[in-house]
């Protein structure tokens, strides 16, 4: 099975030293003028998955209409896997 490690691409910001994390991000458009919602789901570590994590920021948070998944719920789904990793 092919995965999407976040050593490059959108999803950098999941990144976390020496555990490879595979995840996907997301960019969910509403109606006109409605900041769009960011969504970034993942797994870690990609080779033998211990944890797996999906984000959803509702009208891009605090980013509003320049919300999407990398920059807004990647570094949550981040700080999640962490701390179930080191737990």
Avoid: Y
């Avoid at 490059?8 to 509403?30: E, F, H, R, W, Y």
């Avoid at 948070?61 to 179930?84: C, D, Q, R, W």
């Amino acid at each position: 099975m092919m995965q999407a490690v976040v050593s490059n691409g959108t999803g950098t910001l999941a990144q976390i030293p020496g555990v490879s994390v595979a995840g996907k991000t997301g960019t969910a458009q509403q109606g006109k003028g409605e900041p769009p919602h960011a969504w970034f789901t993942a797994f870690a570590p990609a080779e033998d998955p211990k944890v797996a994590v999906a984000v959803v920021v509702e009208d891009g948070g605090k980013a509003g209409n320049e919300a999407f998944g990398g920059k807004v719920a990647a570094p949550i789904a981040k700080a999640v896997m962490e701390a179930v990793l080191k737990s």
